[in-house]
Structure formats: C-alpha cells, structure tokens
C-alpha cells in the first residue's frame, strides 16, 4: 500500500485550505504533519479518510483501505460505556473480552462501565485510541492524539501505538513536538506546502529553514 496526494485542491466558502498540493506517503511508519492551527492539516486527514473531498486532484491507494481514525474530537457515543464504545467496532464474537483487553492495555480497566460523561478529558482520550487501535485498521490517522493526556499517559500511549501498529503507516497530526520526534520517521512541516524537515525512512536528516 502506498498513497499518493495529486494536485489537490480544496476551498470552504472561497477561501482555499488545500493548494494543488501533492504527497507521497511511503507504506509504512510514521508520517507526521506538523503546522500552524487553521493550515489544513485535519482536512488532509479528512479527505484521505473519505469524508470530505476535493474540489479537484486525487487521492490514490486508499480505495478499499481499512482507516483508524482517532478524531481530534473523541467522538465516543455519549450512550454506550467505555466497554461498548471499544465492542461496537469490534467484530462480535469474543467483543467484550477483547474490548475488556483494549481498556487495560490504555489502564482503564475499572471505569468499563463508565460512561463518557463521567470520564475525564484524559481518560475520554484514552478510551478514544483504544477504539481507534481495537478497530485495527491497515492505516491509521492520528489527530492530536495525546491532547489532555498528563505525561505519563502520554509516554504511555506512545509506546501502546508503537507497538500495535508497528508495520502499518500512520498519519500523525500534530502540534507536540516532544509526540511528533518520538514517533515520527518523517517530519514535514505544513503551510500551504509540505517542506520535509526530517527524513528517518531514508536515514538523511534535512533542515530547512
Ligand atoms: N467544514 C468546514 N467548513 C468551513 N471551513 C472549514 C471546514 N473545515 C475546515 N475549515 C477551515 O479550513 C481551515 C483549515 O482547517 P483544519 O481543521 O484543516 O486546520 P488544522 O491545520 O487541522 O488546524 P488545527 O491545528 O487548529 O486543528 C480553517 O480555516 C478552517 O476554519
């Protein structure tokens, strides 16, 4: 698998986000996007996961990927607890048992039967990559994955998305630099177009000011 941004292009309401803007992500490891707020780095990811589209150029390699996605919102169902929020993308035999497996591994055991509004910001977010990690998608976009995550959590969780998703790419979004050099193998700085500021994959480091 190998995905490829061409000339794309993207406006909401004449203001353009995306400029004719190309990329090529490699098969495997971590890509992050790192950028001012308001560039366009979530409508990337949106228009990679197929929710929103362009207004010209394409996306190839993605037909018929199963996507992670882990919103910058944690988008849980404010109904279900943090057990069914994990079960319900979970194929359903042996769902709970797995889903029971995914809240300790992220160290929320004892708050299954919890439900999200009596959750913290943080273990809101840990259920939330939980999810995104149980789902088991070939691809994984990662919106500020560890917002209101104290820095223990956060080491934590680092080392949890490394180690699960370790020969599948991820798209990392961004604006920890401390998240963004732990897990990165490619760096690229976003506004309006991509510079590459680190290149791990290809084992050359380049700087750009
Ligand atoms: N659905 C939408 N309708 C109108 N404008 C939008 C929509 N989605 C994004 N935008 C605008 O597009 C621009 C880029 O938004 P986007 O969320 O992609 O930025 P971002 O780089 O991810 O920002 P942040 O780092 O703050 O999350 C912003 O100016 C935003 O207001």
Not at 13 to 19: F, K, P, Q, R
Not at 168 to 195: C, E, N, P, R
């Amino acid at each position: 698998m190998s995905i490829e941004i061409r000339s794309a292009s993207k406006s909401y309401h004449g203001a353009a986000v995306l400029n004719n803007f190309s990329l090529s992500l490699p098969s495997t490891g971590t890509v992050c996007l790192f950028g001012p707020s308001g560039c366009g780095k979530t409508t990337i990811l949106n228009c990679i996961a197929g929710l929103e589209s362009l207004d010209s150029g394409r996306i190839i390699g993605t037909e018929n990927l199963k996507i992670s996605y882990l919103f910058q919102e944690d988008r849980l169902l404010p109904w279900n607890t943090a057990l069914k929020n994990i079960e319900a993308v979970l194929p359903r035999k042996n769902s709970r048992a797995l889903a029971a497996e995914w809240l300790r591994l992220v160290g929320l055991e004892a708050a299954a039967d919890k439900y999200p509004c009596q959750l913290s910001g943080g273990m809101r977010r840990r259920v939330a990559i939980a999810r995104a990690l149980a789902y088991g998608g070939d691809l994984l976009l990662l919106d500020e994955p560890f917002q209101r995550l104290d820095a223990g959590s956060k080491d934590r969780m680092m080392e949890l998305i490394e180690k699960k998703t370790e020969g599948k790419l991820k798209i990392l979004v961004t604006h920890d630099k401390k998240a963004a050099d732990h897990l990165s193998d490619i760096i690229y700085h976003f506004d309006g177009k991509m510079i590459k500021i680190l290149d791990n994959i290809n084992s050359e480091r380049q700087h750009y000011t």
